[in-house]
C-alpha cells in the first residue's frame, strides 16, 4: 500500500508525460478503482500500480456545443450530465444517470470512467453506442478519435494504449431524435444491470422512423448494437415501433449465467426491455 | 504522504496523509473524526456519505489527494447551513425514532442534508433519490423518509413519574448515535495498539502446513504471527456449552473458505502491507462438501469427529398420528444463506493487564457474558479476568451473538502484552461470520372439509456450515414452530443440522423459523384454494388462542392474540382483494396480489434457564443509578429498560443514570436474542424497580401507593415523609432477577418450551411484472401482538425492520460463499425497495412480563416473506418454492 506512486498533474502534458513513462492506473472518480483495490486486499493482496489522478486535469468537466454536436470532457460526472440541459437524444443517457449507483457515486464517478471499465454491466456504455458516440484520445504521439464501438474490445478491454488518455467523448447531432434508456435490475437503487437497453431514435414529420440505433447492455462480454433491429425499424410508425422486435434480432447476443440471473433469463428479458424501450410515448 | 490543506466543517485544515488513503480513513485515522463511518469501503453503503463542495459523496472512494483545497462537511459539523440543517434533522430523527443502531445515521444524515440544502420542501420520491445510497438495515427506512419529511417535529414530552411504560419517548441513546459521538467497534482504540490482520483460508477444504514464518515475520516487518500454537488457552469457541468445535486459528486443517488461519501483528501499514501469497503456507485442497445434501451422502467423508454422517442434531416433535385428510398439500422448499448485513463490521481491541492475566475487550456484542466464557477458556484463565466492555453496537440480529475479534484479539494482545485493535473488512466479516441456516424443507399439511388443520408433517435439513454456532438452537426451536400458529392435533416434525464446508450458519433472527413459515404458509395456501376458501379465513378458522393447546402440549393461558390480529388485518385485506380484482381486472401485464401468512414466536431459550439479573442503586448523593447488563443493538432495550425500572420504583426518567453492558459492573442479562431482552431483562427491570421501592417505602414507613419525588438528596416519600439520603448510613441498593419458567422437552418434543409467545399477522401487497419477472412490494399491513407496547415507536421501528429484512429474504438476499462477499452482489433492501407500511399494535398483556409486554424483536420478520410470496402467487397463479425469488427464478415458473 505505502509503495504505491501517486501523481496529480495540473497540466496535459504533464499527465501524459506521467502516462507514457510508467504503468499507473489512470483514476478520475475513483468509483470502479476504489472497491477493485479493495476487493483484492480483502483476499491478500494489497498491492496496487501507481496511481494517476488526473482530476485536477484543467478544461475537462465541461460538455461542450460544437460544430457537430457535443463534446463531453472526461471528468464530466453522471450529475454533471443530468444537471446539463440537452436535447431528447440525451434522454436515455441522462435516464441512465439517475440510475447509475446512488447519488454519491452519480456525484463523483465519470461517464468516461464507466466507459474505460468496460464493464459488461457499464449503464453509460449501451447508452454511448446508441449515440454513435466517439472517443477523443490523447498520447503523447498526437491524438486520435475511434468509435465507441471499436474502442470497447471485449470483456473488460478497451483500445486504450498504454500512454494513452481518453480526453473526451463526441457525441454527434441527430435532428428529431429522441433517446431512451431501459434499466433491469433486482433492487431500486445502487444495482448492477441484469440487462439494460439503450436506443436513439430519430421520426420524420409523418412519425415514420428515419433513424435507429438500438443497443444492448449486459447481454454479451460487450454492449453491442442490433443492426438487425435497427434495419427492420427504418420507415415503420414510431406508434408502431414497440411491435418490431422479435427474438431472431437477438441472434447476435451471448448472456450469460450468473450470481445475478440466467442466461435464458435475459435473453427473454432482453427483449422485452426492447419492446418496453420502444414504447411510444405520449 | 503529502500535506493536505482544505475546509473541513467550516475551517481550515491541515493534514498529512498517503494521497491514495481513502478520505474517510483520513478523517478518522488521522483528523479523529470517527463520525463519518466505514462499512464496506466501496461505495456499497452510504455510512461514510459527506458533503464534498456541497454534494454527498462516499469518502471511502475519495482518494485523500482529492480533498485538497475542497470544502468537507461531515456529520460533525455544527456551523453554518450545514450545521444548521444538521440541527433540525437531527432533532427530527430523534422524535422519529429514526436511528436505531445509529451506524448508518451520520450518512443518512449527510445525504438527507445534501438534498435539503438543495431542496427545502422535497417530497417523498426526492428524499428517496437522495437517500438511495445509504443502506439501513434496522430500521426500514420508513421513520427515516418521517424524519426527513417533517421540518418541525414534536419531541414527546418527558413521560411523568409512573407514566413511563407506553410512552413513545425518544431513545435515551439517541443524542450521540446522531452527533457522531455514539463509539462503534473501530471508533476507539489505545494510541499505541498494533494492529492485527487475519489471513483466511481461500479453500472451503484443506490441509495445509507453515514453513518458516520466525524469516517471514522479519522480512515482513511484523511484530508477530500467530497460529494455532499460540493460544494459550483452549484453542476452540462455540455457542453451545459442550461442544466447542471452532478453533481460534486453524490448526493444519480448514473446513470453510474464509476460516482463520493466522493472525499478523504489527504497524498498520505492515499488516496491511502484506500479500497473502508471500506467507509460507503450503495448500493441499480437499473435497469440499457444499451443501446439506452433499454433505448427507453416503460416501462423504466425515467433517468432525463427534459427528457421524455431518448430522449434527436433530430435534424432533411428535404428537397424535398424522393421516391424510380431505384436503392435502405437500411441498419442497429451499431457502438460502442469509447474510445480517449488519452496516458496522466487527471491530475492536484488547488490552492486556500489566499482570500476565487479566484482558480487556472492547468490541461490537451481542453477548458480553459469553464472549467473556469464550475468550477466557482460549486465553486459559479463570473468567473474572477477562472484562467485556461492549462498544455501541452498529446492528446485529443474530450475528454478534458468536465470537469474531475477542478471541483473536485476546490471543494477539497476550501474545505482545500490548494492545492490539482490528478492523474485519467487510468481505471478511461477510466470508467468515455466521449466516441463516439455508433450509431444504419438505412438509405436508392437511385439512378436514370445513377447513381444520387436522395434520402436518415436516422434515428439513438446515446446513449449519463447518461449525456448529447455533445449529443445536435451531434444530431445537423450528420443530416447536413449524406447523405454525394453529391448532393442529397430529404433527411429525424433525429437524436436522448438518455439517457442511460452508461458512458456518448461526443464529439470525428467528433461528430457523422464518425458514420453516415459508413452507407451512404456502400449504395453509394451497389448502385453502383446495377447499375454496379464503385464505384469510382459514387462518382465522385455524387460529390458535387464548386457553388451546400448542404443538409441543402447553395451554396458552394468557397474551396469545393471534385471533385479535387477523380480525385487525380483516378490512385491509378485503380492501386489497378488492384493489387487487379491479386492478388485474385491465391489466395483463403489471399484475397486483395480495398475500397473507402468521407466525408465533417463542420468546427466550428454548427450554433453557435464562436468567437476567439488573441492580439499581440510589446513592447518599442522590444520584439514581440502573445497573443494566443488556446490550443495546439498536433496538432500544437500553431505553425500554429505564422505562419499566422507572414506573416500578415511582421516579420519573429524568432521575435516573445508566450503566450499561460491562462484565464488571454491570450483572448478566442474558444474551440480546431470541426476543427476550424486553421480555426477560424488562421483568428483572421491573423486579428491580420494584425492590428498590419497597426498600425506600420501608425505610420511610409508608403505604403502597405513596408517590416519589427526588430533589438533590431529599427523597420525598408520599406527601408527609422526607428521606435525606446524605444521612444514610449506605446507599441504598437493589437487585432483580427474573428467569422465564420453561420445562425441557421430552423426546417428542413435548414440554413447556417457552414462558410466553408473540404472535403476529401480515398482508402483503405485491405488483409483478410479469413480463419481466420483476416484483415489487407496495403495502404491508402488520398486526402483532406485543402484550403491552412499553415504548411504541421502538416497537414501530422493530416491526419495520422486520418486515424490510422479511422482503430481502423473500425477494433478493442469496448469500454465496466466495461469490457474494461484498454489498453490491449481496443485495439487501434500498429505501426505494421497502413499501409503505402500517402496523396495528395488539396488546394482550402477558402476565409474566413487564406491564404485560413480551418480545417483538424477531416476530416482525418472520411473516413477511411468506406473505409476499402468497401475494406473488396471487398476481400470477404460480407458487414459488425458493428464495429469494429473483427475477429469473419468478419469470421460469410463470412460463
Ligand atoms: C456503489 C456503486 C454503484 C455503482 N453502480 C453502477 C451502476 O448502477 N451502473 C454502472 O454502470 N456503474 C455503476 N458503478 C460504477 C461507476 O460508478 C463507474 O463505472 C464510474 O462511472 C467510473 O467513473 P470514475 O470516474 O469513478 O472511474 P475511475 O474509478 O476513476 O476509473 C475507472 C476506469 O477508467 C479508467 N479511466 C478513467 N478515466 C480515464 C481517462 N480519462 N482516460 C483513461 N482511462 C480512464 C481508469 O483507469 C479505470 O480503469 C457503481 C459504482 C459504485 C461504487
Ligand atoms: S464505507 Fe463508504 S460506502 Fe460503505
Ligand atoms: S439504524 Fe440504520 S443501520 Fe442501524
Known sequence: MGMTAYHRPTTLLDALAIRAGADVAVLAGGTDIFPARIARAAWGDPTHRDVLDISALPGLRDIEETDDGWRIGCLVTWSALARRTLPPLFDGLKAASREVGGMQVQNRGTLVGNLVTASPAGDGIPNLLALDAAVEIASPRGTRLLPVAEFLTGYRATALAADELVLALHVPRLEGAQGAFRKLGARHYLVISIAMAAGVIATDDTGRITEARIALGACSAVAQRLPGLEAALLGVARAQATRVPQPHHLEAITPIDDIRATAAYRRDAALVLLQDLLEARA | MIDLAFTLNGAPCTVAAPPFAPLSDTLRERLGLTGTKEGCNAGDCGACTVLVDGAQACACLIPSAQAQGAEIQTVDATQGAVGAVLARLRASFLAHGAAQCGICSPGMLMAAADLLLRDAAPDRAAVRDALGGVLCRCTGYAKILDAVLDAAPKAVPAPLAGEAVGASIARLDGVAKLDGTDRFGADEAPADALWLRVVRSPHASARFSLGDLEAARRELGLEAILTAADVPG????????????????????????????????????????????????????????????????????????????NLLIEGRLNRGTPARDVAHAEGRFTTAFVEHAYIEPEAGYAQPAPDGLGMEVFACTQAPYMDREETARVLGVAEELVRIRPSACGGGFGGKLDVSVQPLLAVAARKLNRPVRIIYSRAESMASTTKRHPASITARMAADAQGHFTSYEFDADFNTGAYASWGATVAN????????????????????????????????????????????????????????????????????????????????????????????????????????????????????????????????????????????????????????????????????????????????????????????????????????????????????????????????????DAALRLEGTQLHVGSARVIDLATLPADLEAEGRYDPPTTALDENGQGTPYATYGFAAQIALVSVDTGLGVTKVRRIVAAQDVGRAVNPTLVLGQIHGGIAQGLGLALMEEFLPGRTENLHDYLIPTVGDVPEIAVHLIEDPEPEGPYGAKGVGEPALVPTAPAILSAIRHATGVTLRQVPVLPHRLWEQMR
Open chain 2, 477 to 704: 426451536r423450528v420443530p416447536v414452530h413449524a406447523g405454525g400458529p394453529y391448532r393442529i392435533a397430529n404433527l411429525r416434525n424433525r429437524a436436522r443440522a448438518i455439517y457442511t464446508n460452508d461458512t458456518p450458519a448461526g443464529a439470525f433472527r428467528g433461528f430457523g423459523v422464518p425458514q420453516a413459515a415459508i413452507a407451512t404458509e404456502s400449504l395453509v395456501d394451497d389448502l385453502a384454494e383446495q377447499l375454496g376458501l379464503d385464505r384469510w379465513e382459514i387462518r382465522r378458522r385455524n387460529a390458535i388462542g387464548r386457553g388451546d393447546t400448542t404443538h409441543s402440549g402447553q395451554v396458552l393461558h394468557a397474551s396469545a392474540g393471534l385471533p385479535e390480529c387477523l380480525d385487525a388485518l380483516k378490512p385491509d385485506w378485503e380492501a386489497m382483494l378488492a384493489q387487487v380484482a379491479s386492478h388485474n381486472a385491465d391489466e395483463p401485464r403489471i399484475r397486483l396480489g395480495a398475500g397473507i401468512a402468521c407466525m408465533w414466536y417463542g420468546c427466550g431459550n428454548t427450554s433453557m434457564s435464562n436468567p437476567s439479573r439488573m441492580k439499581l442503586t440510589l446513592a447518599r448523593d442522590g444520584t439514581l443509578t440502573l445497573f443494566n447488563g443488556a446490550v443495546d443493538i439498536g433496538q432500544g432495550s437500553t431505553t425500554v429498560m429505564a422505562q419499566i425500572c422507572a414506573d416500578a420504583l415511582g421516579l420519573p426518567l429524568e432521575n435516573f443514570r445508566f450503566v450499561l453492558g460491562d462484565t464488571s459492573r454491570t450483572y448478566d442479562a442474558g444474551k440480546t436474542s431470541a426476543s427476550r431482552q424486553t421480555f426477560v431483562s424488562g421483568r428483572a427491570a421491573m423486579e428491580t424497580g420494584l425492590a428498590l421501592r419497597r426498600r425506600i417505602l420501608a425505610l420511610a414507613n409508608a403505604g403502597d
Open chain 2, 234 to 309: 483452549v484453542n476452540a469457541f462455540g455457542i453451545m456449552p459442550n461442544l466447542k468445535d471452532q478453533p481460534v486459528l486453524a490448526d493444519g486443517l480448514v473446513r470453510f473458505r474464509g476460516e482463520a488461519v493466522l493472525g499478523l501483528v504489527g504497524t498498520r501499514e505492515a499488516v496491511a502491507a502484506v500479500r497473502d501469497a508471500a506467507l509460507p503456507i503450503t495448500w493441499h485442497p480437499l473435497l469440499a462438501l457444499h451443501g446439506a445434501e452433499a454433505a448427507s451422502a453416503a460416501e462423504a467423508p466425515q467433517l468432525h469427529a463427534h459427528a457421524p454422517n
